[in-house]
C-alpha cells in the first residue's frame, strides 16, 4: 500500500516534472480603469449618496475583468495570434498541451482551457489595481498575449465611451436640431412676409413717415401764416392762388402719409405691424429655443465627458527571462506529501477494520 500510495505517484510526479514538463513563461502587468468624474465629498448628500447604491460604482475595472475573461475576449485574442498554435502539440507536453488528451478542440473547451491555464485576473477592490498575468510556453508568446489583453480592453472602454457619449448628447443634439428647424423657418415666414408685403420694419417705417408727417404740418403751418398775412395786406395778390393750392397739396401729403401709418386698410404699417410683430416673435422664441438647445448639449457633453473611463497602466507588460511553472520540486514535494497523508488515512482505515473484525 505505501508502494502504491506514495512510492509510485512520487517517481510519476517526478519523471514528468523533470523529463517532459514543458516551461511555462508568466508575463504580468498592472493597471487600473479610472474616470474623469469628480464628486463633491465636502456635502452630506454626496457622502450619503456614495455610501448606497445610488453614487456611481468605483468598480469600473470589474468591466474590464468580467471581459478579459468571457469568450468574446478569446475569439478576439484566437482570432489575432492563433491560440490553438501557440497552444497546440508541438509546442507542449501531452499533459499542458490543447486539447488535453481525451477533450474536444471546441471553443467551450479553448474557453475552460484559456481561463485554467493561459490567463489569470486579479481586482485589488482596496486600490483598484488590476493585476494581469498571462502564460505561455515561450517568453515572447506571454508578454503578446498580454499586450494584446491590454490593447482590446482599452478599445473596450473606448467603445463604451463612444456608446455613452451618443446616449448622453442624443437627446440634446435632437432638441438642437428641432431648435435649428424651427429658427429656419420662422426666418424664412419673416422673409416671404417682408417680400410679399414690401416691408422691413413696421416700427422703424413708421416712424420715418411720422417724421415726415411732421414736416410737412410743420410746412403747412408756415404756409397757412403766409396765406394770412398775405392776405390782410394784400387781398388781390396773384401768390393767395398759389398759396392756397400748396396748402391743399400738403393737406392731402399728410392725409396720405398719416393713413399709411395708422390707416384701416391693410396696406398701413398699423395693419402690417401686427402680422410682422407675431412672425419676428416667433423668430426670437426659436433662437432663444436653439441658444437653450445649445448650451443644454454644451452641459450634456461635458457630463458625459466627465464619466469616461480610460485604462491607466501601472506595470507595462513584462518580458519574462525565465520560466516560472512549472515549479518541480515543489510539485513532487506536494505529490509525495499527499500521497503520504492518503497512506496514513487508508493505514488507519484498515486498522480500525481489523479491530471490528476481530472483536
Not at 429658427?183 to 413696421?202: G, K, M, N
Not at 454644451?298 to 513584462?318: D, H
Not at 510539485?331 to 472483536?359: D, K, N, Y
Request: aromatic residues 8%; proline residues 3%.
Amino acid at each position: 500500500m505505501f508502494i502504491a500510495t506514495v512510492i509510485i505517484p512520487t517517481l510519476i510526479a517526478i519523471t514528468y516534472f523533470f523529463l517532459f514538463a514543458s516551461d511555462l513563461y508568466v508575463s504580468e502587468s498592472r493597471f487600473v480603469v479610472r474616470s474623469q468624474q469628480r464628486q463633491d465629498s465636502g456635502t452630506l448628500l454626496s457622502t450619503f449618496l456614495q455610501g448606497t447604491s445610488f453614487g456611481r460604482s468605483q468598480d469600473d475595472a470589474w468591466i474590464v475583468t468580467d471581459y478579459i475573461e468571457s469568450m468574446d475576449a478569446l475569439q478576439e485574442l484566437n482570432h489575432r495570434l492563433n491560440l490553438r498554435s501557440l497552444f497546440g502539440a508541438s509546442k507542449s507536453d501531452f499533459a499542458s498541451r490543447f486539447p488535453h488528451p481525451g477533450d474536444d478542440a471546441s471553443d467551450e473547451s479553448l474557453l475552460l482551457y484559456y481561463r485554467n491555464h493561459i490567463v489569470s485576473v486579479i481586482h485589488d477592490s482596496t486600490s483598484s489595481i488590476t493585476t494581469l498575468r498571462t502564460s505561455a510556453f515561450d517568453a515572447h508568446s506571454a508578454q503578446l498575449i498580454n499586450e494584446n489583453l491590454l490593447a482590446m480592453s482599452e478599445g473596450l472602454v473606448n467603445e463604451l465611451n463612444r456608446r455613452g457619449l451618443e446616449d448622453g448628447v442624443r437627446y440634446a443634439t435632437e432638441a438642437v436640431r428641432a431648435a435649428q428647424a424651427r429658427v429656419s423657418a420662422a426666418s424664412l415666414a419673416l422673409a416671404r412676409y417682408r417680400s410679399e408685403q414690401s416691408v422691413f420694419d413696421p416700427d422703424r417705417q413708421s416712424a420715418l413717415a411720422l417724421q415726415q408727417v411732421g414736416k410737412l404740418q410743420d410746412e403747412l403751418v408756415a404756409t397757412r401764416e403766409r396765406l394770412a398775412v398775405v392776405a390782410a395786406v394784400s387781398p388781390r395778390n396773384p401768390q393767395i392762388e398759389t398759396m392756397k393750392t400748396r396748402q391743399s397739396v400738403l393737406e392731402q401729403e399728410i392725409d396720405t402719409a398719416s393713413r399709411s401709418v395708422t390707416g384701416r386698410d391693410a396696406g398701413s404699417f398699423t395693419s402690417k405691424a401686427r402680422t410682422y410683430e407675431q412672425l419676428n416673435l416667433e423668430k426670437e422664441f426659436a433662437e432663444r429655443e436653439l441658444a437653450s438647445a445649445l448650451a443644454l448639449q454644451e452641459q450634456a457633453r461635458s457630463e458625459a465627458a466627465k464619466k469616461q473611463l480610460y485604462v491607466a497602466r501601472i506595470v507595462k507588460p513584462a518580458l519574462p527571462d525565465a520560466p516560472v511553472e512549472p515549479r518541480r520540486l515543489r510539485s513532487v514535494l506536494m505529490t509525495f506529501v499527499i500521497g503520504l497523508v492518503t497512506w496514513g488515512i487508508l493505514c488507519l482505515l484498515l486498522a480500525g477494520v481489523r479491530e471490528h473484525t476481530q472483536e
